[in-house]
């Protein structure tokens, strides 16, 4: 029951975007399940495998966001810079980009108008208390967060718990009875964390 309260209003008709017609079915599907979470929690969890095209996930929810008076940034690692841009460029769209070290020297991204950030190999932000997660942090506030990572957890929950505390509140869940988020995961308790994963991820 407490499943479904999460994620009923996620598997009502898709939201009436249009979506490029350079994705394929199975990006397009999970474009459209992002953009419920999004819409619904102010952060998603793309957590496919490498080579299903996250970053095309990414760019479409991006070309979404700018078609609704918004726009995005990409966070990455520095050796992606030139993926990314090779993607953007093949399916013309825009690309803000910085770099998670240049995040690390608290260096933010290009002005402050974008409303989705789009954080790739997300896991790198699994420790808050670094600097970069700071800056990510502080990034992110009032803005819709999107994670992309084909390894959400190396160490322990406690990484997912970091990851998904950039968007989300300790009692953002409680009142669909998943209790604190944050609590299970770092305890380790499966059940109650699995529930608003299985809400958040995609």
Same mark, same amino acid.
Request: charged content about 20%; overall charge positive; proline content about 6%.
């Given at each position: 029951?407490?499943?479904?309260?999460?994620?009923?209003?996620?598997?009502?008709?898709?939201?009436?975007?249009?979506?490029?017609?350079?994705?394929?079915?199975?990006?397009?599907?999970?474009?459209?399940?992002?953009?419920?979470?999004?819409?619904?929690?102010?952060?998603?969890?793309?957590?496919?495998?490498?080579?299903?095209?996250?970053?095309?996930?990414?760019?479409?929810?991006?070309?979404?966001?700018?078609?609704?008076?918004?726009?995005?940034?990409?966070?990455?690692?520095?050796?992606?810079?030139?993926?990314?841009?090779?993607?953007?460029?093949?399916?013309?769209?825009?690309?803000?980009?910085?770099?998670?070290? !240049?995040?690390?020297? &608290?260096?933010? #991204?290009? @002005? %402050?108008? /974008?409303?989705? +950030?789009?954080?790739? $190999?997300?896991? *790198?932000?699994?420790?808050?208390?670094?600097?970069?997660?700071?800056?990510?942090?502080?990034?992110?506030?009032?803005?819709?967060?999107?994670?992309?990572?084909?390894?959400?957890?190396?160490?322990?929950?406690?990484?997912?718990?970091?990851?998904?505390?950039?968007?989300?509140? !300790?009692?953002?869940? &409680?009142?669909? #009875?998943? @209790? %604190?988020? /944050?609590?299970? +995961?770092?305890?380790? $308790?499966?059940? *109650?964390?699995?529930?608003?994963?299985?809400?958040?991820?995609?």
């Amino acid at each position: 029951a407490m499943l479904a309260t999460l994620v009923a209003p996620l598997e009502q008709p898709a939201p009436r975007v249009t979506l490029p017609p350079w994705l394929l079915p199975h990006q397009a599907d999970a474009v459209l399940r992002a953009r419920a979470i999004l819409d619904r929690f102010g952060g998603a969890l793309v957590a496919d495998g490498v080579g299903l095209g996250k970053t095309y996930v990414a760019l479409a929810l991006a070309e979404i966001e700018r078609a609704s008076g918004g726009d995005a940034l990409v966070v990455a690692p520095a050796a992606l810079r030139r993926e990314w841009q090779r993607a953007a460029a093949e399916v013309g769209a825009p690309l803000a980009f910085v770099s998670h070290t !240049a995040l690390a020297r &608290r260096r933010a #991204g290009p @002005g %402050d108008a /974008f409303t989705l +950030l789009v954080v790739d $190999e997300a896991h *790198g932000f699994r420790n808050p208390r670094t600097r970069r997660y700071d800056t990510l942090a502080r990034l992110a506030i009032g803005r819709r967060v999107l994670l992309l990572t084909a390894t959400p957890i190396n160490n322990s929950t406690a990484d997912l718990a970091a990851l998904i505390h950039l968007f989300a509140g !300790a009692g953002d869940f &409680r009142p669909f #009875g998943g @209790g %604190d988020l /944050f609590a299970a +995961l770092r305890s380790g $308790e499966g059940e *109650g964390a699995a529930l608003a994963l299985g809400a958040l991820t995609v």
